[in-house]
């Protein structure tokens, strides 16, 4: 049967307009359900305590609870693994950290590819370090260690939670840029490094400000730099290693993540929902008071943002060599 040709080009609209009109439908209903959010990290860490406190907003404004599930090892592999594999539905969330990125070149085999498997929803906020060394150690300021280290080459530890951590691809990064040589001594954690540098069996290290804070206010450690581009309103009298190695920047970040082919419309509802709680002025100070900075955008602008980081990172890891432990 011929179809009249106004008939047929109705027929053809309505049948191109239905996809879209079936996103809009299923953006309206989401959630149906409670929703998991996989956090690659221990509870009571830093990002666990971000991504819990986005989580309990996003309860708030969906109507629907949120499961945190820790799922700490491999690096963070073990939960991205999980987010990646998981139905594509909205109904998991996956806390992305810089460590995403790290971990693609940083491992030979991985049992997922993260920029193809996980698709960008929202980035959350970054946080700072601090280049922190003893009261004691003879320099005062980031340009005078420098020019210490380089007098210096091969006699100073710089101490890291473990191979491919934040603190120590930042570290490699400054080694690169400040023309160093450092020997890393990798630790199981942040606590062990800190305390080791606390009492001087190491010289230096590139501390996460929330845990490191406190030790830096009571006159324990000093910090002679911040990694970020501009200053930290946690030590807002410490200056940016930028000023002393320009274009320097190494921040943690964090964000949130979803299986690839997740609706569109369920990705940018809760775009939306995260950028309104980081607009917040009680979960901006919240963030704050842990050392974070927010930064919203869209789901396009944090998907830039985890391939610039992807790439930079790998060079960094390629040029020295990083071998995951």
């Not at 080459?153 to 690169?176: Q, Y």
């Amino acid at each position: 049967m011929k179809l009249p040709r106004r008939q047929f080009l109705y027929l053809a609209g309505g049948a191109i307009a239905l996809p879209s009109v079936e996103r809009i439908a299923r953006a309206q209903t989401y959630p149906t359900r409670p929703i998991r959010l996989i956090i690659g990290i221990a509870p009571g860490s830093s990002p666990d305590i971000l991504g819990r406190l986005m989580a309990q907003w996003l309860s708030d404004r969906l109507g629907q609870p949120f499961i945190v599930e820790n799922r700490p090892g491999g690096g963070g592999n073990i939960a991205i693994e999980a987010a990646a594999k998981a139905p594509a539905d909205g109904h998991t969330l996956l806390l992305v950290t810089i460590q995403s990125a790290v971990n693609e070149a940083l491992y030979e085999r991985l049992n997922y590819n993260f920029l193809r498997d996980i698709a960008p929803v929202a980035s959350i906020s970054s946080q700072t370090l601090a280049l922190e060394v003893t009261p004691s150690f003879p320099a005062k300021t980031a340009r005078e260690f420098i020019a210490y280290a380089k007098a210096n080459p091969g006699k100073l530890s710089m101490a890291t939670p473990g191979n491919g951590s934040t603190p120590h691809v930042a570290g490699e990064l400054f080694k690169m840029m400040a023309g160093v040589d450092m020997i890393h001594v990798p630790y199981r954690g942040g606590a062990p490094a800190l305390t080791d540098l606390i009492g001087g069996q190491v010289q230096m290290a590139f501390a996460d400000i929330t845990s490191s804070i406190e030790y830096v206010k009571a006159g324990k450690l000093r910090a002679l730099a911040v990694s970020s581009v501009s200053r930290s309103d946690a030590l807002p009298e410490v200056p940016p290693l930028a000023d002393f190695l320009p274009g320097y920047e190494a921040s943690g970040w964090f964000g949130i993540g979803v299986p690839k082919n997740t609706p569109t419309g369920i990705v940018e509802k809760l775009n939306k929902e995260i950028n309104a709680g980081l607009a917040d002025s009680n979960i901006r100070a919240r963030y704050a008071e842990l050392g974070s900075t927010v930064f919203m955008g869209s789901p396009a602008d944090f998907g830039k943002h985890i391939a610039q980081e992807t790439e930079k990172w790998g060079k960094v890891i390629r040029t020295a060599n990083i071998k995951a432990d």
